[in-house]
Nanobody, 123 residues
C-alpha cells in the first residue's frame, strides 16, 4: 500500500507561482509519479509526470513551459513548480503513482492517489 500526501496549494494572483509537494510513504516502489487536476464540473486531467528512476518528464500542452515537475530521491518527494499561473489553472491538484511500465495520461491507469490540494488563481 502507498500513501501520498500533497501540500503547497493555496490562493495566488494570476501571474504568480506556487510549488506543490507530494511525499509517498509505505511501499513506495513506483515507476511514474504524476500530477493531475480537476476543476469543478470537469474531468480529472493529466498535468505532468516524471519517472522515479530516470527523471524523464512529461507535460500537458496547457502547462508546458510554465510548470516543472521534479523529484528529490533523498527526500522521497516529488514537486510541481507552477509559474505564470492563470485563472484556468484553478483546480484540486492530485498526486498519483503508476507502478507499471508505459507513460499513461489517463487517471484510470494510476494505482494510488493523494487526497488533493486546492489551487485557486484569482484574476
Amino acid at each position: 500500500q502507498v500513501q501520498l500526501v500533497e501540500s503547497g496549494g493555496g490562493l495566488v494572483q494570476a501571474g504568480g507561482s506556487l510549488t506543490l509537494s507530494c511525499a509517498p510513504s509505505g511501499r513506495t516502489f513506483s515507476i511514474y509519479m504524476g500530477w493531475f487536476r480537476q476543476a469543478p464540473g470537469k474531468d480529472r486531467e493529466f498535468v505532468a509526470a516524471i519517472t522515479w528512476s530516470g527523471g524523464n518528464t512529461y507535460y500537458a500542452d496547457s502547462v508546458k513551459g510554465r510548470f516543472t515537475i521534479s523529484r528529490d530521491n533523498a527526500k522521497n518527494t516529488v514537486y510541481l513548480q507552477m509559474n505564470s499561473l492563470k485563472p484556468e489553472d484553478s483546480a484540486v491538484y492530485y498526486c498519483a503513482v503508476r507502478n507499471t511500465l508505459g507513460l499513461k495520461k489517463n487517471p484510470a491507469d494510476y494505482d494510488y492517489w493523494g487526497q488533493g490540494t486546492q489551487v485557486t488563481v484569482s484574476s
